[in-house]
């Protein structure tokens, strides 16, 4: 059973990695190529859709990752596991503080109402995201290792 929880676990962090992965580097260089400001609306439709499904993920991956931690406390690779849930609240923090209140703006944001420094702001967003990506892909990367 503990066997299937470290399994599904990575696999949950895994895909979330995955999915921010290709917000990072796939996402946002096909929204920054729309033409003119058609992209802000796709960052808009995207931080709706995916403002409404990440904070399960976010918090479901801490807490699966607690649980292995606390269900393996005392057997190797737990100091990774703590580590990489440390990494989780990281990022939900991160996320919290610094990403959610830009997006909670962004997807509201249409042609008529939007700021002149949303440019900025979304460019904001991004930097902070791929530190956020970093942090994940670390929290997986010592998941991973946990399984060895």
Known sequence: MLSALEVVTTVVVG??????FSVAFIMNRILEALPE??????????GRMLGAMMPF???????LS??????RWHHDGAGLVVTAAGL?????????????????RNKTWTPENRPADWK????RWERYHYVR?????A?????AAALV
């Open 88 to 104: 989780l609240i990281v990022s939900v923090v991160m996320s919290i503080l610094l990403l959610v209140p830009i997006n909670n």
């Open 120 to 123: 900025e702001q979304l460019h």
């Open 66 to 71: 607690a649980i292995w931690a606390v269900a």
């Open 15 to 20: 895909l979330m990695v995955g999915v921010e």
């Open 139 to 143: 929290a997986f990367a010592l998941l």
């Open 57 to 63: 993920w976010y918090i479901g991956s801490l807490v």
């Open 133 to 137: 990506v970093a942090v994940i892909i």
């Open 37 to 46: 400001d058609s992209g802000q609306l796709g960052h808009a439709h995207g």
